[in-house]
Structures are given as C-alpha cells and as structure tokens.
C-alpha cells in the first residue's frame, strides 16, 4: 500500500468517451500532481495542486481538465482524447512547502485510447 | 534551470557484482536530489535523498548514493546487486522555489543471474 491510491488501474476509452482518473491520497499531503509516463520519454509534469489551487499546469492540452476538490482528491478528467495520449498517468502528493521531501506516487493508470 | 541527466538507457550487471547508476545534475543553489525505482505496472518508488551533510547517503533495500558537488554527480550503487533489483531507476532533482521535481530518463537496471 503506498499511502495513494489511483483508479482505475487499467483503462481504455474510444477517441469520443469522456472517462475521469482518480486520486486519493491518505499521508496527510496538501500538494498533489499529475505526471504522464509515456514510453522512451522522460516523466512530464501535467499538473500541480498546492491546498486544493492549481500551481501549476505544463502547457496540457484542453481535452485534459484536472479537478481538486479538497487536499485529500485530485481527479483527471478526460474528453475526446487522441490515440497518443495512451501512458500511465501517475499521481503523486508531497508536504507543502518542504522542499527536502519526496513525491510519494500512486501505482498509476494505463491508459490506451482506441 | 534544474535539470537531471542519465547517460545510460540501460545497465547490466552480474548478480553478486556491484552495480552503479549514473545521474548528474545542473542547479542553482542547494540541490535536493532523490532516487526512485519503478517495477513493472507500479509507480515510482522513494530509495533515497541528499539534502546536505555527508555525501553518501543510505536509503532503501541496500541502496546507497554518492553526492559529488565538484562533478555534479549523483550515483546510485549497491554493493552487491539482486535480481531482484532489475528494474527502472529515476534520478530527480526538487526545483528550488518551486513545486516542481525534475526526472531523469530512467535507466533499466538488469542483474542477470
């Protein structure tokens, strides 16, 4: 049990679905993030929430829309999505304003879009 | 700006052997540098971290890392590698001032039996 929790595990969706990624985290965190593994390619950073406002957001395409509604929930809500936006989308949630500790990660969705 | 480097894809090393994982990094001010490991179908887990003091630095399962301020370096080794231990490792550095950590590439560790 890594403290955050991601579901679904596994999802795939049509090019036209509207489908949304959760993330609960249980470590007492107030800053949680969103990042896309993609295959060969490093981590990219989506998507930082800082008490439940976002702090920061990568240049993401609008058919990504990420929802915090409270330090404990991050959601990733996703719409006519395109075949290469098929990765594992991590979450991940740190203490605010420590600088010195990790990021502390979900186990991730895999995400294939047909 | 922050960035992490890892010049190998992947790495291969006997079982018994021990085995080094590179990663350099580019910072302004201090650094805080993190090691993470990556199974298959898991997300990324917390080895270790240097924040300041002694320059090598003990973590999880064994795992150790060398702080090298004039080479900018931070490698990950283990004295004796596991089979086990195969697996995708991350290099990443905190950006100062900001809520952003930076990774490496990744490098596939193999440890062949």
């Known amino acids: 049990e890594t403290g955050v929790t991601q579901t679904p595990r596994h999802l795939v969706m049509g090019m036209t679905n509207k489908k949304s990624l959760k993330c609960e985290q249980h470590?007492?965190?107030?800053?949680m993030y969103w990042y896309k593994q993609s295959a060969k390619k490093p981590l990219e950073l989506m998507f930082v929430?800082?008490?439940?406002?976002?702090?920061e957001n990568n240049s993401v395409p609008s058919r990504f829309s990420p929802e915090c509604p409270n330090s404990s929930h991050l959601f990733l809500h996703l719409h006519t999505l395109q075949p290469e936006d098929s990765a594992l989308y991590l979450c991940?949630?740190?203490?605010?304003?420590?600088?010195?500790?990790?990021?502390?990660f979900g186990n991730g969705t895999r995400l294939t879009v047909t | 700006a922050q960035s992490v480097a890892q010049p190998e894809d992947q790495v291969n090393v006997a079982e018994g052997n021990p085995l080094t994982v590179k990663c350099t990094y580019s910072v302004s001010g201090n650094p805080y540098l993190f090691w993470y490991v990556q199974y298959p179908n898991r997300g990324l887990q917390f080895l270790l971290k240097?924040?300041?003091?002694?320059?090598l630095v003990k973590g999880s399962y064994g795992f150790e890392a060398e702080f090298n301020k004039s080479q900018t370096s931070f490698h990950l080794k283990k004295p004796s590698a596991l089979v086990s231990d195969s697996a995708l490792y991350f290099c990443?550095?905190?950006?100062?001032?900001?809520?952003?950590?930076?990774f490496g590439t990744g490098t596939r560790l193999k440890v062949l039996a």
């Open positions: 990443a550095v905190r950006d100062s001032g900001t809520y952003k950590y930076i």
């Open positions: 991940a949630s740190s203490p605010r304003g420590r600088e010195n500790s990790p990021l502390h």
């Open positions: 240097y924040i300041t003091g002694d320059n």
């Open positions: 929430y800082s008490l439940e406002e976002r702090v």
């Open positions: 470590l007492g965190h107030n800053a």
